[in-house]
């Protein structure tokens, strides 16, 4: 940004750069006590002396005005005045696209280093927190505790949540670009990836994804009532995901009933006649993708047995002495589970056990199987698979055989996938993201995006957190290099008068704080830290709309 003169100071020193260097010091000293002087409250019972306005005559004003003034800062260079821009130019205006961690965290690194950033998050849904409320299992409450964070971030005064908002159809990406400084695209992974094999259209088959979204309350699956009257679950992916539905899946109800899953999806829960769970990779015991913490939990899940086969684990014990120690201890606790006998309590507690699990390795979908009338899933065929390569690395390749697995639900946890947003925002479809550096969009100045889809749907909210404060780093980087638009910009409300001209109501944070209040109190009565509101419609009634 150039040099710009600053109000109260009359004229710029001109004089070579000897005499300039030997006078700035002066210069200095006169300016602050000038400053002082100027904003000095007069004493008690006199009558000021010297001009300005009636903000620099009342007392009250005198200690805000000079912290103000200290703001303009001098600085020598070559012998020229630098006078850093006037305070009362407009602060960035900021965009965020998507509530969930990433966009919260974004927002939080903005806010924190510019001290006078304005940032508004746009949100589709009527309520904050994106896979925090809506992804974060019932049972683990304290993951959800950065809610708190998120909360405090949203009540700052240079801070605007605006939910109800559907960027790419309520409002085009290019329309918020015109409107703010920067926009940061932090949409995170809206979709799942497909099997892509034979059946996969069969009713009893559902991606992991609205599974999740079914217990935890996302209104778009709502409705989506999967039939548990069968015997045995097959889950195919060995991720955190996979665990937690399986963990769900077989949980005693009671266990979830003064969590805050919902009481829909509770009751279906509580009529499930599901008692074997297969959780199915294509890789080995060295390649699963589920932390230590979701293993354990599985193992110690009351009322459950956890069956691995230890032909599974021939040879893994010298292999696992050289990788990486998360992953060896990881590894270790699958190999104890495997092909030790357990102690006479933990052997007491499996004889009890109505429930099991299991780990299958070495096996691919290929086609799911119907029932001999066709209306529903009744097995799945598997591919037996090798490993060609070593560690993480290692590629699963068929061998030509095949095995049927019997099972009347299949739920499918293979990963998660970012959507385009809008024709003019740059999208890699194989990968899955926006193509960007270190956050920065490709060939579009001023856009940037944090999270899943800058990085693909893969880390845990600690993963997000550093990821979103990188990005949110480079663009304060730019804007002190002058990279970003200069000049006002109008943010939300030029954004508001579009909306409106639409027929589009976007929801407040205060708004989000009366449906908080109502869910709370909901769940109450029933033990319940909240019950969730599930309808759109319900939720904009209660907002008076």
Request: with cysteine; hydrophobic share 40%; aromatic share 6%.
């Given at each position: ?87 009362d130019?407009?602060?960035?205006q ?20 510019h001290?006078?950033a ?160 297969w ?65 006479v ?72 996938k ?35 889809v ?41 954004i ?23 869910e ?8 319940k ?17």
């Amino acid at each position: 940004m150039p040099p710009q003169r600053a109000r109260g100071v009359s004229g710029i020193l001109s004089s070579g750069r000897l005499l300039f260097q030997a006078m700035a010091p002066r210069c200095w000293r006169w300016w602050h006590w000038s400053a002082w002087r100027r904003t000095r409250p007069p004493p008690a019972g006199s009558t000021p002396t010297f001009g300005g306005s009636d903000k620099v005559r009342d007392p009250a004003n005198a200690k805000a005005l000079r912290k103000k003034r200290r703001r303009v800062q001098i600085g020598v260079k070559l012998g020229k005045l630098h006078l850093l821009p006037d305070v009362d130019e407009q602060p960035p205006q900021i965009c965020v696209v998507g509530s969930g961690p990433a966009g919260f965290y974004t927002a939080q690194h903005l806010l924190k280093h510019h001290p006078r950033a304005h940032v508004d998050i746009y949100e589709k849904q009527l309520v904050p927190f994106g896979l925090v409320r809506f992804g974060v299992a019932p049972d683990h409450p304290e993951v959800k505790n950065v809610i708190n964070t998120f909360t405090q971030t949203a009540r700052l005064d240079r801070c605007a949540f605006r939910g109800n908002v559907v960027v790419g159809r309520d409002v085009a990406v290019s329309e918020l670009r015109a409107a703010y400084h920067a926009v940061v695209l932090s949409y995170g992974a809206e979709d799942h990836q497909a099997l892509e094999i034979p059946g996969e259209e069969l009713p009893g088959v559902f991606s992991a994804r609205a599974f999740v979204g079914w217990y935890n309350g996302l209104p778009e699956n709502r409705e989506l009532a999967p039939d548990l009257s069968c015997d045995t679950a097959v889950i195919l992916g060995q991720g955190n995901v996979a665990l937690d539905v399986a963990r769900i899946l077989l949980t005693p109800p009671e266990h979830l009933e003064k969590t805050d899953i919902t009481e829909a999806a509770l009751g279906v829960l509580r009529q499930s006649r599901v008692k074997t769970v297969w959780i199915v990779g294509r890789r080995g015991p060295l390649q699963v993708a589920f932390t230590i913490k979701e293993l354990r939990e599985m193992i110690q899940l009351p009322g459950t047995r956890p069956i691995l086969d230890p032909a599974d684990f021939l040879g893994l014990q010298d292999r696992i002495k050289e990788v990486p120690r998360q992953r060896k201890r990881l590894t270790e606790l699958l190999l104890r589970t495997a092909t030790e006998k357990p102690g006479v309590e933990e052997a007491a507690r499996q004889a009890l056990a109505s429930c099991t699990w299991g780990l299958r390795f070495f096996r691919s979908p290929q086609r799911v199987l119907p029932s001999p009338d066709g209306r529903r899933v009744a097995g799945i065929r598997l591919a037996v698979t090798r490993l060609e390569g070593v560690g993480e690395a290692a590629r699963a390749a068929p061998t030509g055989d095949t095995e049927d697995l019997p099972c009347g639900l299949v739920l499918s946890s293979v990963g998660y996938k970012s959507r385009p947003i809008d024709p003019s925002v740059p999208f890699d479809p194989k990968l899955g993201v926006i193509p960007n550096m270190e956050g920065r969009v490709i060939d579009v100045p001023g856009l940037y995006c944090s999270g899943w889809v800058k990085r693909g749907p893969t880390g845990v909210i600690a993963t997000t957190m550093t990821d979103s404060f990188l990005t949110g780093q480079m663009l304060l980087q730019d804007l002190k290099a002058g990279l970003l638009p200069s000049g006002p910009r109008p943010g939300y409300a030029a954004i508001e008068a579009l909306l409106s001209s639409r027929g589009v109501r976007p929801v407040s944070f205060s708004d989000w704080e009366k449906l908080d209040a109502e869910e709370v109190s909901r769940g109450k009565g029933a033990g319940k830290p909240r019950e969730k509101l599930l309808d759109p419609q319900e939720m904009l009634r209660l907002l008076g709309r």
